[in-house]
């Protein structure tokens, strides 16, 4: 088998690594990263001395950064649900989605704001388009 997981089950970057292959069935080999687990732990930290998870190897590619994950597995293993729309306007607005939601968190965030531009009750909520009003829906195909 070409592709291989490291990930943790609790992880929820892992997760989206794994929504993105469960999406299309596309199989792969778990490598879970645990104690209970140790050659998975060892390669992994050969591999990639930066040590976030998950990452996907692809042969004898590695892969790294579950965003990257998902836009490779799109283009090398593409499936019936695809990940990312065609149009790259809309793209760009799923890319912005997926890294502001996890990249950003207004509540951890708050500590290290300049008071100025610290969160409110009003800037807490993201503005995502209102589901079936988006501009950003796109059909299969
Ligand atoms: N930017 C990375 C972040 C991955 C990440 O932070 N993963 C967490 C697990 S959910 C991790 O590796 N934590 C261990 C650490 O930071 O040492 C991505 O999008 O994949």
Redesign the pocket.
């Known amino acids: 088998m070409s592709l291989q997981l490291f990930y ?1 089950p609790l ?4 997760m ?1 690594a794994l929504i993105a292959l469960y999406e299309n069935g596309t199989p792969f080999e778990y490598r879970m990263l645990s104690p209970d687990h140790a050659a998975n732990c060892q390669q992994f930290g050969e591999m990639w001395p930066i ?4 990452i996907l190897l692809d042969g004898e590619r590695m892969v ?4 990257i ?1 998902i836009e490779h597995l799109q283009l090398y293993y593409p499936g019936p649900v695809k990940l990312l729309p065609t149009d790259p306007k809309a793209a760009l607005e799923v890319r912005m989605m997926d890294r502001s939601s ?2 950003t968190s207004p509540r951890r965030s708050k500590s290290w704001w300049p008071t100025c531009c610290a969160p409110t009750a009003n800037t807490t909520r993201m503005a995502w388009p209102k589901p079936g009003a988006s501009s950003i829906r796109h059909t299969p195909g």
């Open positions: 943790h992880s929820s970057y892992s989206k040590a976030k998870f998950p790294v950064e579950a965003s994950v996890t990249t």
